[in-house]
């Protein structure tokens, strides 16, 4: 299902698609901040899966959108399993034992780990400027957990955690990909949000005990996790990783630290230091990089996918 980005090199919907979804996926790291101190790692991926499984199925009702077909439920189980399912809960269970420098240095493995695995698997290749453009996102997400850092209080299992969060994002994304050959994104999309909940819902108890006592704001929150980060962003993602490579989406998710920053500057009034925003700046210039397409020779043609 992959399309031309024509004579410019550069399909703008898909831009815009992966725009949107840089923007709230950074949005959420506020709204997680505020649910997870009320609500358990499983919990809290359980009630962001069940709020954004509801919201797509009722898209699926409405537009009668079919079941996908066969040939695409390898791709969405993995994504589902590995994504929406582990990724979610290990990556709010590794945060309660590392600092969130610490979290955002180890979980930017994972669009290293799309390059790798896509190169490979995918036949993707390595592009000269996608892994330039990576390794100076790398440095500068590098930076910004280097900035907000707390010192040496990082449990080994946090890290491991956070290591085992990186590697199921990759492998998700990986997965995800050839999936889209055969069904649109909003099914990939809403039936890996499926497979994701029935992952999490061993959870379901501990999400019914937490959830009377929890203050509406951290609840609110959570449902916004799972109405826009989730079933609109995963979506929006998925459009857009169905009109380009799998390596080049990753290498935009590095925008996500440097956009972090400004939200929680205006959001949470947390003013940023130099380092920080060098590091912020470095993450964009990287992404910037990795988007850029070689120049062809005059007397080329660009192919066709």
Partial sequence: MDQSAGASGIDHRALLAASVTVALWASAFVSIRVSAEHYGPGALALGRLLTASVALGVVLLVKRVPPPPRQAWPGILGSGVLWFGLYMVTLNWG??????????????????????????????????????????????AVIVGMSNSKGGSSSLTGVLLCVVAALAYGAGVVSQKPALRYADPIQVTTYGCFVGTACTLPFAGQLLTQLPGAPLPATLNMVYLGLFPTALAFTTWTYALSRTTAGRMGATTYAVPALVILIAWSALDEIPGWLTLLGGATCLTGVALSRRRPRQSPGRVPATR
């Fill in 95 to 140: 945060e309660q034992g590392v600092d969130a420098g610490t979290a955002a240095m180890v979980v930017n493995i994972g669009p290293l780990v799309i390059a790798l695995l896509s190169g490979w698997l995918l036949k993707e290749g390595f592009p000269p400027m996608l892994l330039a453009g990576m390794g100076v996102s790398f440095a500068g």
